[in-house]
């Protein structure tokens, strides 16, 4: 059974700042993962997919890498803004389409 | 593309009424939607998956009877929730597979307060 753990819980940073945001999961044979954000009462927006044949994703100041020997997948958010402020979900399919959702990082980026 | 439009995005209702949540695929058909709940500072768990012209395949845990989901056409997937309680108050969101782009998309969310 997949499980998805992100760390740190809660993150808070000066504007500029690059920062990486940590999501592992146990079971190494996955489809994809998923970065989302979500704002407060808000629903997810999605904002990289990294296949499993994939390393790492670009978009814009974001990057997501994926390493499935480790479990472990990255987000990094390069010189970091206000409107980043936000929280971050990674989630995992278990089995074909089931998405196991991490807890989630909330990140706050202070100006 | 793959856009997910969920309606309403707030309701309140009185315990022991019914609510019902839409979620429409605008641009594309989505054979199985998915509704997740998320509590307060928690994660999003899965409910149950909905299929078109099929029964929907409810979670472990989840009453089948009070949270009715039906997928008449391959747009539109409803969840209604049955005799609404306080603890039903929660954020519902739907899903539907993004298809050759990958991963899924999300609709807005729906906070439901049952007073």
């Known amino acids: 059974k997949q499980e998805v753990t992100q760390i740190p819980a809660a993150l808070s940073v000066p504007e500029g700042e690059n920062l990486v945001l940590n999501c592992s999961f146990t079971?190494?044979?996955?489809?994809?993962l998923q970065w989302f954000r979500q704002d407060p009462g808000k629903g997810l927006t999605s904002l990289l997919l990294?296949?499993?044949?994939?390393r790492e994703q670009t978009s814009g100041r974001l990057n997501a890498s994926l390493d499935k020997s480790s479990g472990r997948s990255t987000l990094y958010i390069a010189a970091s803004q206000p409107g980043d402020s936000a929280t971050y979900l990674c989630?995992?399919?278990?089995?074909?389409?089931?998405?196991?959702f991490g807890t989630g990082t909330r990140l706050k980026v202070l100006a | 593309g793959a856009v997910v439009s969920q309606h309403p995005s707030r309701v309140i209702c009185k315990s022991g009424t019914s609510v019902k949540i839409e979620c429409r695929s605008l641009?594309?058909?989505?054979?199985?939607m998915f509704w997740y709940r998320q509590f307060p500072k928690q994660s999003l768990m899965l409910m149950a998956t909905?299929?078109?012209?099929?029964?929907?395949?409810?979670e472990q845990g989840v009453e089948k009877d009070k949270f009715l989901i039906n997928h008449a056409s391959l747009t539109l997937s409803t969840l209604t929730v049955t005799s609404a309680h306080p603890e039903d108050s929660s954020f519902y969101i739907c899903?539907?597979?993004?298809?050759?782009?990958?991963?899924?998309?999300f609709g807005s969310g729906t906070r439901l307060t049952v007073v």
């Open positions: 899903s539907a597979s993004r298809g050759e782009l990958g991963g899924y998309t």
């Open positions: 079971d190494s044979a996955i489809y994809n």
């Open positions: 990294i296949q499993s044949s994939q």
């Open positions: 989630a995992s399919p278990s089995g074909t389409y089931k998405y196991i």
């Open positions: 641009d594309f058909q989505a054979t199985t």
């Open positions: 909905s299929n078109e012209g099929s029964k929907a395949t409810y």
